[in-house]
């Protein structure tokens, strides 16, 4: 069996990795993504509101990540989420809901100690594409 080459898959439509790693890297049908927070892609600034606020920018940013590797949203099969705070849960769950409808990927959603950047969210993704 012939192992695929890894490819490092990025998009100017989600912040350019703030260390040595890539957005996302495909092999074979599988697409790692790496983990997201609330940064705006044009200017390199958080975005600061509620928890809504941010889980949306989280979830725009993985989405130009996937779509950068010819997917959707609708291919993602595992997601985990960070939390500052395990008490925004419901309020990151209500807008998790809106991206993901039916589809539905299998999900773990944890509380850290400290996520980059001072953010309250951060979320990575596995996805199969193509």
Known sequence: MTRPTPQPISTDRAP???GPYSQAVRAGAFLFCSGQIPMEPESGE???GD????????????????EA????L???VKV???LADLADFADMNAVYEE?????????ATIQA?????????????IAVVG
């Open 99 to 107: 991206y993901f409808g039916e589809a539905k990927p299998a999900r």
């Open 46 to 48: 958080m975005v600061s």
């Open 16 to 18: 350019a990795a703030i």
């Open 80 to 82: 985990t989420v960070y």
């Open 113 to 125: 100690a400290a996520l980059p950047r001072g953010a309250r969210i951060e979320a990575d993704c």
């Open 74 to 76: 609708r291919d993602v």
């Open 51 to 66: 928890i809504a606020t941010e889980t949306r920018r989280v979830l725009e940013n993985l989405k130009a990540v996937v």
């Open 69 to 72: 590797a010819g997917g959707s």
